[in-house]
């Protein structure tokens, strides 16, 4: 497979073709008649999917550094350039944006009903957005990439979004836009400082990097410039409420997409930018502290909240809030083990969180209410649906053997000696998570079925079981055999914990603890 | 120190893998019951009708297992290893220097329990196929029974720590689902979820105690630990280890301050309350206390305190069984109280003594439930045919079924006898070795006397209110009414089969350790010798022997015969109410029959508070009120503000436009390189 897919140039070719046919997509999707729009929409999808399968075998585990690279001038005379690029810290990220999107346009088929071309159009655009996300190099096509994804979501949430759409649409869009202006203004100052004194006025990743030094003097601004705009997508307490409100409204396939891609264009960012740009502040011990605190404060509070909304989406909605303070202890905490447990929360909580939002969109569907309170019993009439759901529930709160347990296991392994207090804290969330997730089954699932509107409810159609069984599948197979993925980006994840371990407040190797051990 | 090097040794040996053809089969006994969850659940999902199958398949897959179990035991007896054969499946979590491989351990004390849960298991699969027949759920049923018995093998075949949670976990999501198997009742699903969540708070305590491992340590699998730990780990750090460790065993084995799942567990099918909340899930933290003995070895406070939570938790839960009127609640508690036992034996350092009582328990503790899951089977049935709504498993509303019911009667008169302790039943042997290990205990510590008075008027208790069960349940004049009196009868072979086959052993199964002054020779304590000699090396114990043996021989069998005798006679020396026309409880009764309150304790300090303080302050004040209304909210009136004083700049004169853009741009450029 790998010798066949490198005599054909995969690597060359294989970015620049998942950048663009979702925008080629968008605009057979257009010209497409109404009613073909989702299958035209789901052809490209499946497309995208298979031609992104191969970066699997390609991608070379052992190499640290940049894979898969296209690097052309764009700009020349502003310094910026066409410049991509995978490794291990966005490699996965990539194949979940890209295994997502059949899911995703099935998962729209029949709840979307109304300017369908519109919606794909917009769905296959996001998708550009969320990969060129994570493989933009420069700095100036990052940022592009950055916000061609708010406007499509934007007009995701307040066209096809539920109730309060405009509200949400709105917070969701203002919240994010002012986090990243003020990443533009760092950006453009960085290259400024950086091309004043060097002489080369370039937005290129690996350039800004090789002169980080020249940045000191101005580090903590430019940081917390960076810092919020990716705190609020994350998002970090107390930058969280649009989430709640964004994820609530949002039709399912903007949820899934918010849950699975979006939200880890924040702690990506954090860990291939904020922190190795600006380490010595990023990592001083009182930035730390306060970092630390916001995320253990986070995993915590978005577990006791998430425990009492009356809204089952709101409930998976505040447990992204929970799930996603794991990720960012992880990343601080630096260590080998805990790093590689962010890159595991990400992809995880991916999987979980996603198929939990389309599992409620399910149940929305049928019921055309989210409200708890109005379910009760489900499993008798539809127990496909209740089996579906009470899986990916156990392995959002981390159940060993499937997917969540490996990333929250590592980080809090990995942290657990830089930061015991925090760890300890973070930890009791076992309990909040099963109580807010198993809480809410028993109370959508179990329990009388009191509602005489609940007892024709159908249970899960074929197309819907094409969506659930590949994720269920996926969730079962990360729990137990995460090691291809593990070794995909161990490189990555080193080479971050060798790029900031001089900078860390106190020594220890960054393999783990056994050095200290007499042998 | 002078046994590392010994065990080392001990350890390079087994990386060798000498593993023979039986136990690379280990696997298999995971792998079947998972086999047989497939088929029950795919049939459950589709055609839950599809009952020949499920018969077939739930318990033969448990015979298949249990096969492999008696392989792997005869392997190991032809050519026992000196140190534990490790058979890797695959690598599961590798990260840096963390080696974590999905790997099965067997040695002498995984084997014993191999055999006990693939053993008790197969009888109950075969009893539930009598039991649950007419269920609906009769396939999601198999399919959970099937999946909690693999969950609980992977916990006992774990070669390290995390595998071990797998299991560890996994079975307390299998009690979680089978609690709330008749999910319609709200009240059934709540004991669910309050034994799911009892659970994860010990799981803190064991994840905790594997990051401090890896901490100090560097590895989490047994081989590594456990012989290495003797010469580097700190006695502090042992302590807090195994404290963080007691705490998960404290949520699954159901002792203080954990237990309250236990009792409301019994929502859940009999057979289930048997298998899962007697014979093995709750006794998974005596197995791993004594899996990780060598910690506890080096940590003796903790051992002290086990003993301690132990020795209170048995004298406690006994004193709630004595005013119980639910039959399954009797048991329940006498469950909780005879976990307490085991956790004083490995308290104390007699790991054995644990597992031993660990392996008669599950007989004659088994035996006790299947025989009230007849005593109910019966009673519901007649209740059904009579259309009466009498609580099935209130012992108010017996009395006299030895009549109908005389062989259900006499094998709970053997496992009553065996939980008693009154010789030769399997009971005696284990408890006696319990108590006189305490007792032996006492002569370093005094305080493990005092345990061993704990433990004894425990003993004593525990025969007042086995009594007391026996005699409402089977004695006396009958309490059932004349309509009903017609419809009751034994169950089925399928279910009175096994539960002949576990009255066998709850009469024989002190032989497997039975001490010198029986005859015996200590079989399981010298099977067991290669894993807990590191343990019993760093804190050895010995038994007492001559006048002493025999003195607390003596007072163990009057304490029981003693129980036994006032238990019955108090019972039926005063007239029985049916529970409709019954008294309410008043004084100290009243108390023990609530349970000492202590679950509207926990409500009211700390659910309730907790759900307040998410609920009314962290999302209506922080979350509404100050990031929304104030961040926010401040946010949103601020840009309107800016917004309307920037309406006003736009006057339309480019000359202003232009001014204002070279002032902004100097003012950044300045604030930029300045």
Request: proline letters at 18%; charged letters at 20%; zero cysteines.
């Given at each position: 497979m790998t010798a066949f897919l490198t005599s054909i140039g995969y690597e060359h070719w294989i970015l620049q073709v998942l950048l663009a046919v979702p925008l080629v997509g968008m605009a057979l999707v257009i010209i497409s008649p109404k009613d073909w729009a989702r299958v035209t929409a789901l052809v490209v999808a499946l497309f995208e999917f298979v031609v992104s399968l191969g970066i699997w075998w390609v991608?070379?585990?052992?190499?640290?550094g940049l894979q898969f690279v296209t690097r052309v001038d764009w700009l020349p005379q502003f310094g910026v350039s066409y410049y991509v690029g995978l490794d291990g810290l966005s490699i996965f990220m990539v194949l979940l944006s890209t295994c997502l999107m059949p899911l995703l346009v099935w998962g729209s088929w029949d709840q979307i009903d109304f300017k369908q071309r519109g919606f794909y159009a917009l769905l296959l655009a996001l998708k550009t957005g969320m990969i060129g996300v994570f493989v933009a190099m420069d700095l100036f096509l990052f940022y592009c990439f950055w916000e061609l994804l708010l406007i499509p979501m934007f007009f995701i949430i307040g066209i096809?979004?539920?109730?309060n759409r405009r509200y949400a649409s709105e917070k969701f869009f203002i919240y994010t836009f002012s986090g990243s202006l003020l990443m533009l203004v760092a950006i453009v100052a960085m290259v400024w400082t950086i091309g004043q004194q060097t002489g080369t006025y370039s937005f290129a990743y690996d350039h800004i990097l090789a002169h980080v030094d020249l940045l000191r003097p101005q580090a903590p601004w430019l940081f917390i410039a960076f810092a919020l705009a990716f705190a609020v997508k994350v998002p970090v307490f107390p930058f969280h409420t649009w989430l709640p409100d964004a994820h609530g409204e949002a039709p399912t396939a903007g949820s899934v997409d918010l849950a699975v891609i979006l939200l880890k264009m924040g702690t990506y960012g954090f860990l291939r930018f904020a922190i190795p740009f600006f380490p010595t502040f990023a990592l001083s011990p009182g930035v730390t502290t306060v970092v630390v605190a916001l995320a253990v404060t986070g995993i915590i509070y978005g577990a006791l909240v998430s425990m009492v909304q009356p809204d089952l989406k709101r409930v998976v909605a505040y447990s992204s809030v929970s799930h996603l303070g794991f990720v960012i202890l992880g990343i601080w905490a630096a260590t080998v083990q805990s790093v590689q447990g962010a890159i595991m929360v990400m992809i995880a909580h991916g999987l979980s969180t996603g198929a939990l939002f389309f599992l409620v969109g399910m149940l929305y569907e049928r019921r055309h209410t989210r409200l708890i309170?109005?379910?009760?019993?489900i499993a008798r009439v539809a127990p496909l649906l209740a089996t579906a759901f009470s899986i990916t529930a156990l392995a959002a709160i981390g159940l060993p053997g499937l997917n969540g347990f490996i990333g929250e296991f590592l980080v809090l392994l990995g942290s657990f000696g830089r930061f015991p207090v925090a760890t300890l804290i973070a930890t009791t969330v076992v309990v909040f998570a099963a109580a807010y997730l198993l809480w809410a089954v028993q109370r959508v699932f179990y329990n009388p079925l009191s509602n005489p509107e609940n007892e024709k409810m159908r249970d899960l159609s074929k197309r819907e079981l094409a969506v659930l069984i590949p994720m269920v599948a996926a969730m079962i197979w990360m729990g137990l055999y995460p090691y291809p993925l593990l070794r995909r980006t161990e490189a990555a994840a080193r080479h971050y914990v060798e790029m900031v371990h001089p900078y860390l407040s106190h020594d220890r190797s960054p393999a783990g603890p056994v050095a200290e051990v007499p042998r | 120190m002078t046994l590392s090097p010994l065990v080392v040794q001990a350890v390079h040996e087994a990386s060798g893998g000498a593993a023979g053809p039986a136990a690379r089969l280990a696997w298999l006994t995971i792998a079947l019951p998972l086999l047989g969850v497939v088929i029950n659940g795919l049939l459950s999902l589709t055609?839950?009708?599809a009952k020949a199958v499920v018969s077939l398949v739930g318990p033969g897959v448990l015979l298949g297992a249990f096969a492999v179990a008696v392989a792997i035991f005869l392997e190991l007896r032809a050519a026992p290893p000196e140190a534990p054969l490790v058979v890797t499946l695959w690598p599961w979590i590798h990260v840096g220097d963390l080696r974590i491989d999905l790997a099965l351990q067997i040695d002498q004390l995984s084997s014993v329990m191999l055999l006990v849960v693939t053993g008790v298991s197969s009888l109950i699969h075969i009893y539930s196929v009598g039991y649950m027949g007419d269920d609906p759920g009769y396939a999601r049923y198999f399919a959970y029974l099937n999946l909690f018995v693999a969950f609980m093998l992977i916990l006992v075949l774990g070669a390290n720590l995390p595998v071990l949670f797998i299991g560890w976990e996994g079975v307390g999501l299998c009690s979680y689902l089978l609690i709330g198997f008749w999910f319609t009742d709200k009240a059934n699903a709540d004991a669910g979820l309050k034994a799911f969540l009892a659970n994860r708070i010990g799981d803190i305590g064991f994840l905790i105690a594997m990051f401090l491992l890896w901490q100090t340590m560097g590895a989490l699998d047994f081989a590594t630990v456990l012989s290495r730990?003797?010469?580097?780990?700190?006695a502090a750090a042992a302590t807090w280890i195994t404290l963080f460790l007691l705490l998960g065993c404290t949520g699954k084995s159901a002792q203080i301050p954990l237990y309250v799942w236990l009792p409301d567990a019994m929502a859940g099918p009999t057979p289930v309350s048997a298998l899962i909340h007697a014979a093995t899930m709750v006794t998974a933290g005596v197995y791993l206390v004594a899996r990780t003995g060598v910690l506890f070895a080096l940590a003796p406070t903790t051992g002290l305190i086990t003993a301690g939570i132990g020795a209170l938790t048995a004298l406690f839960a006994a004193t709630i069984g004595l005013r119980q009127h639910d039959i399954k609640k009797v048991l329940a508690y006498s469950t909780i109280s005879q976990l307490g036992y085991m956790f004083l034996g490995v308290g104390v350092g007699g790991y054995t003594a644990g597992i031993f009582h660990l392996v008669t328990h599950a007989f004659f503790k088994a035996l006790l439930f299947l025989g009230a899951g007849s005593v109910i089977h019966a009673l519901h049935h007649a209740y059904h045919a009579t259309h009466s709504h009498d609580d099935a498993q209130d012992m108010r509303n017996m009395g006299g079924l030895r009549r109908w019911l005389p062989l259900t009667c006499t094998l709970m008169w053997i496992a009553t006898l065996a939980i008693a302790g009154i010789?030769?039943?399997?009971g005696f042997f284990s408890k006696d070795e319990i108590l006189a290990a305490a007792f032996a205990r006492g002569a370093e510590q005094p305080v493990y006397y005092l345990f061993y008075g704990i433990g004894a008027a425990a003993a004593f208790l525990t025969a007042v209110y086995m009594a007391r069960l026996m005699a409402m349940t089977f004695h006396g004049a009958t309490r059932v009414g004349e309509a009903e009196q017609g419809h009751l009868h034994e169950p089925p072979v399928s279910m009175t089969g096994p539960l002949v086959l576990l009255a066998l052993l709850s009469l024989t199964g002190g032989v497997i350790n039975l001490p010198a002054f029986a005859g015996g020779h200590e079989a399981l304590e010298q099977w067991l010798e290669p894993v807990t000699h590191a343990a019993t090396a760093l804190r050895p114990l010995a038994l007492p022997t001559g006048t002493t043996e025999e003195i607390l021989l003596g007072a163990a069998i009057a304490i029981g015969v003693l129980g036994l005798w006032i238990g019955y006679r108090t019972t039926l020396g005063q007239p029985i109410l049916p529970a409709r026309s019954a008294p309410p409880e008043t004084g100290f009764a009243r108390v023990l029959y609530r349970k000492y309150y202590i679950d509207e304790i926990y409500d009211a300090v700390f659910v309730r508070p907790l759900v307040w303080l998410s609920d009314k302050v962290l999302w209506r004040v922080v979350d509404q009120g100050l990031v929304d209304g104030v961040l926010v909210g401040g946010g949103v009136v601020g840009s309107r503000w800016l917004g309307r004083l920037g309406s006003r700049l736009q006057s339309g004169q480019v000359g202003l436009y232009v001014l204002l853009f070279l002032v902004g741009a100097i003012w950044v450029l300045r604030a930029i390189l300045g």
């Open positions: 991608f070379d585990p052992a190499k640290p096809w979004g539920s109730g309170s109005d379910f009760g019993g | 055609r839950a009708r730990a003797p010469g580097t780990l700190s010789p030769p039943f399997a």
